[in-house]
């Protein structure tokens, strides 16, 4: 048996309007923290490169237009919970469009808040990017069990 480890890979897209506050979509019938708020993401798909999905995924689940140009990679998490990821969030520095509900299938609701008042149920990737103060710099974190438990106030479910 090999000591190797996979990592899955996923994007996630930090955007702010104007107030500075950011965007959240409350996550619906995905299987995984439903009912929380998360960023718009998604799994990065065979030979996309981070930017090319993050700009995908932004567009198809809110509507958004964001160049690959216009994106700043400003989180790399390395989560080591059940399927181990490694989540790359960018933020959009400029973007277009008025956020709507691109999957309803998967969304239920979408909107901006305020960083200092975010929705009581945030995922794990909200509460990170959070205790990293929200920084606009390149940061790094590892989410376990422990780191888990600790930002969500509960034990992982890798469901």
């Not at 994007?11 to 439903?34: C, H, K, P, S």
């Not at 995908?56 to 080591?80: F, P, S, W």
Request: charged residues 25%; glycine residues 6%.
């Amino acid at each position: 048996m090999s000591d190797r480890v996979s990592f899955k890979a996923a994007v996630f897209i930090i955007v702010y309007d104007a107030e500075g506050r950011v965007l959240l979509q409350r996550r619906e019938n995905t299987g995984y923290m439903d009912g929380y708020y998360d960023f718009p993401s998604g799994h990065i798909e065979l030979g996309e490169s981070m930017p090319t999905a993050a700009v995908r995924e932004l567009a198809e689940e809110t509507g958004l237009t964001v160049a690959e140009e216009d994106l700043r990679l400003v989180h790399l998490n390395q989560n080591i919970i059940g399927d181990y990821y490694l989540n790359y969030h960018f933020e959009a520095v400029k973007w277009k469009g008025v956020p709507v509900i691109g999957e309803p299938d998967r969304c239920s609701d979408v909107q901006f808040f305020p960083v200092d008042a975010l929705p009581p149920k945030c995922t794990v990737s909200v509460r990170d990017i959070a205790r990293a103060g929200f920084s606009h710099d390149l940061t790094y974190s590892v989410v376990d069990a422990q780191t888990h438990q600790t930002l969500m106030g509960e034990p992982p479910n890798p469901a």
